[in-house]
């Protein structure tokens, strides 16, 4: 059995069951969550098909704060719909679940849940995930107030594992880490929105804050600390001397990036030039020591499978 975790790929494979982009819509993904449901259980099927290890809940821009604007709802509605981003994973899990009973050769028997949270720049539809402008201006305090419902949600609700994911800046990581002290048995991987090769989206030092919030978590807590939604060709320079001349204090990372486009607010997603796929890196990843591995934005069900079967081939026996 291999120790590496295949994830998901990203909501592109969303878009392709629901038949439409939603990037200038400020509850992003999470509008199908109250429109095309059933969309939602068909891509979490389309990635426990390609074999995906953990899917994670469609709750990345599900927020209370963005329901309450933008649908016009109250606190516990919003929270309602959380809970039920967790059924529709639930139900995609037990039909493939069902597919797979007699069939051996499968190498994801037991898939997992992740509750997917987004920093709080996810929810300001500013692209501030990608700059973490905002983080200045809000107290460690406050982040810890308004990630805490969510995060309760979900846990409440059974999923398997948090993915805190695309934070910006190590205020928003000491705050998340702090806050799932709250919750001691629960298990997060914490992934960054990093801006290259060196530095989190705000300027501060990848591993210095990656490093350093992961020694301060509560001990196992933390399954993995990465990056995502980042072009594959900085992911390298990102975790390569994490896990160098390290073998007694081994770090699991984490990394699911983008396609290796960028997003802008004025232009929408854009290659640039010759960028080089996820998939050229997989094996240089994991020998740096990735144990989660999947794809960003940008990326579907055929990206999982090549990475599955890359995966696959390297535990080969």
Not at 14 to 25: K, P, R, V, Y
Not at 59 to 70: E, L, N, S
Not at 95 to 118: F, R
Request: contains cysteine.
């Amino acid at each position: 059995m291999s120790e590496i975790k295949v994830l998901e790929g990203g909501a592109t494979q969303l878009f392709i069951n629901a038949g439409g982009e939603t990037d200038g819509d400020p509850l992003w993904a999470a509008r199908y969550l109250v429109t095309k449901p059933e969309a939602i259980v068909a891509t979490h099927l389309d990635f426990l098909r390609a074999g995906s290890n953990i899917i994670r809940t469609v709750t990345y821009q599900a927020t209370i704060d963005g329901f309450v604007k933008y649908l016009g709802i109250t606190k516990e509605e919003s929270l309602e719909i959380i809970r039920k981003a967790v059924d529709y994973a639930k139900e995609a899990v037990k039909i493939y679940t069902k597919e797979i009973e007699n069939n051996k050769n499968v190498t994801n028997q037991k898939p997992l849940i992740a509750g997917s949270c987004g920093p709080y720049g996810a929810s300001l539809h500013d692209g501030s995930e990608y700059t973490g402008s905002y983080c200045t201006s809000v107290s460690r305090e406050f982040l810890m107030d308004w990630h805490r419902p969510r995060i309760q949600t979900l846990l409440e609700k059974g999923v398997d594992v948090l993915a805190m994911e695309t934070i910006p800046c190590a205020r928003e990581a000491e705050a998340i880490i702090d806050l799932l002290k709250e919750f001691p048995d629960a298990h997060a991987w914490l992934s960054f929105s990093c801006k290259d090769g060196k530095s989190l989206a705000d300027g501060s030092n990848f591993q210095e804050t990656a490093v350093r919030c992961y020694k301060n978590a509560a001990p196992g807590q933390i399954l993995a600390i990465g990056t995502n939604c980042i072009a594959p060709k900085y992911v390298t320079s990102l975790f390569q001397d994490i896990n160098r001349d390290k073998s007694d204090d081994f770090i699991p990372l984490v990394v699911y990036p983008n396609s290796g486009e960028k997003y802008t607010e004025s232009e929408g997603w854009k290659k640039e030039g010759n960028a080089p796929t996820l998939h050229e890196f997989i094996d240089e990843w994991l020998n740096l020591g990735v144990r989660y591995i999947g794809g960003c934005c940008r990326t579907c069900a055929i990206d999982v499978k090549l990475i599955r079967a890359k995966v696959d081939q390297r535990f080969k026996h």
